[in-house]
């Protein structure tokens, strides 16, 4: 009996083993799927989460987590969650949604969501609504509501559970389908002593001139989670036709962000194609991945160039502003870019991806940060994010496939090879079969570095589980032999 337990032990090892062989290159295979359908790499762990179309039953959200889930159209383009929040913290809800791209979907620059933040007594504490704002083609947008606590407001103060409603916006011939969803809730603590609340209706300082050169290459992440990091200087990317790359740039207090972004000319651009509206899209968030500000340009061969709007130096203070964009400068940290070419360029350029040059100026010293009662969280800037900045930490590998199903192809990072995302990877499969952020559909492709880790996997398994069948051969040959011998 021992003999025959150890003779089933030694067996079962080889099974296994040679299983792990076989699970390898199911993983490869796997791993290539996803890696060339997805164009947005989710928080790595993220939490999968259905939303409910009613407050009743709805998933709550914890602070400091990010969810994955889904939004559908029709009756299906309405999901809620739940948030518990306390009377002290104020709160940042994000949202973004991922369309599927290709050039079988149609969009209109109205399209997007609304997301909705309310009390458990139904009062409305704050709505934004994302959409993609310049031409008509579908690319990932965030949407921020917020709950600020502060001396004599008058709803939304208290402790409670409170709801999140995200609503899908289309015109009725836009192309339905599922979105993917990724949800974050932030919380920024209260002060020592309260602060003013009041305007300080400051405005941004001179212009800023931006740096000068020929630029070093980093190549763009798909998202806000492997988002590339800059410093201060002149970065190039190739971005193809479709492509949304993201970027992010550590500001502190006191210091004052400017970006100058350009749309090179292509030697091969067709001399009869007319020009293209909103072919150059830039957009910035902040670290709440609240938007900022955006700004786009024509696009007619030659070079397109976008500068934004000038902002003020990050302050406490900006929060109280009148403005929009200069409200949204009211916190130390990443800042994020994301820069679009629409499908369209390819037009002008054919099959080559375009090069894009940014020229990234922090201007000031850091400032003291406020008197918080307690560690900042995401809204600082610490050594380490600094180090993250210089050494280019995040970004993606963008393939030479198709982008966007239109016949252009996307151009590859020139630093061949890439960097693995900087705090993201690939995130956990979805909440349904369609919430995988335009899989299938999807057509903008970028090899996450999860993919690319369980592809090397796949090729050790496939190398270990040939050479485990080939020892059996041979064993097998050998053992009968044996018996050959003895009779």
Not at 127 to 135: I, K, V
Not at 220 to 237: C, I, P, Q, Y
Not at 383 to 402: F, P, Q, Y
Not at 459 to 476: H, M, P, S
Request: glycine share 14%.
């Amino acid at each position: 009996m021992r003999r025959l337990v150890a003779g089933r032990r030694g067996r079962a090892w080889l099974t296994v083993v040679a299983g792990v062989g076989l699970c390898g290159i199911a993983a490869s295979a796997g791993a290539v799927g996803t890696g060339a359908s997805d164009p947005y790499v989710f928080a790595e762990g993220a939490q999968n989460v259905r939303g409910t179309q009613g407050g009743t039953g709805a998933p709550r959200l914890t602070t400091g987590e990010t969810y994955r889930s889904s939004l559908g159209a029709g009756a299906s383009a309405t999901a809620h969650y739940r948030v518990a929040l306390d009377g002290a913290a104020n709160a940042y809800v994000s949202v973004v949604a991922v369309p599927p791209l290709g050039s079988g979907v149609k969009a209109a620059s109205s399209d997007g969501v609304t997301v909705t933040l309310q009390d458990q007594g139904g009062n409305e504490c704050d709505s934004q609504r994302a959409t993609f704002r310049s031409g008509a083609y579908p690319r990932p947008v965030a949407a921020v509501v917020e709950r600020l606590v502060k001396t004599g407001g008058l709803r939304c103060q208290s402790a409670g559970t409170y709801d999140v409603a995200v609503e899908r916006v289309a015109e009725s011939d836009s192309t339905g389908g599922t979105w993917g969803l990724e949800l974050k809730v932030a919380t920024e603590p209260g002060l020592v002593t309260p602060a003013t609340s009041e305007d300080p209706r400051t405005s941004p300082s001179a212009t800023v001139r931006p740096p000068s050169g020929a630029g070093t290459q980093r190549t763009g992440g798909t998202g806000f989670n492997d988002a590339r990091a800059l410093s201060e200087g002149v970065w190039k990317d190739r971005v193809g036709p479709g492509q949304s790359h993201f970027f992010r740039v550590p500001v502190d207090w006191g210091q004052q962000l400017s970006v100058d972004a350009e749309l090179s000319s292509s030697a091969e651009r067709s001399a009869h194609a007319s020009g293209v509206s909103a072919a150059f899209d830039v957009r910035l968030y902040n670290p709440a991945r609240a938007p900022v500000t955006a700004k786009d340009a024509v696009y007619e061969g030659d070079p397109a160039s976008v500068t934004l709007d000038p902002l003020p130096p990050v302050a406490y203070e900006n929060r109280y502003q009148s403005h929009e964009d200069r409200a949204a400068m009211r916190f130390a940290g990443w800042y994020y870019l994301e820069v679009t070419v629409n499908p369209a360029v390819a037009q002008k350029l054919g099959d080559k991806a375009p090069l894009v040059t940014l020229r990234v100026t922090v201007g000031g010293s850091a400032a003291q940060p406020p008197d918080y009662v307690r560690d900042a969280g995401d809204f600082q800037i610490t050594e380490a994010d600094r180090k993250a900045a210089e050494n280019g930490a995040g970004g993606a590998v963008w393939e030479d496939l198709e982008v966007a199903q239109g016949g252009a192809s996307g151009g590859s990072a020139d630093e061949k090879g890439g960097h693995g995302a900087g705090d993201g990877s690939s995130g956990a499969g979805s909440a349904d079969a369609g919430a995988s952020s335009g899989a299938g559909s999807a057509s903008s492709p970028s090899t996450s570095p999860g993919s690319a880790v369980m592809m090397v996997i796949g090729v050790a398994g496939i190398g270990t589980g040939t050479a485990l069948l080939l020892w059996l051969a041979v064993w097998r040959v050998v053992a009968v032999r044996r018996v050959r011998v003895r009779n």
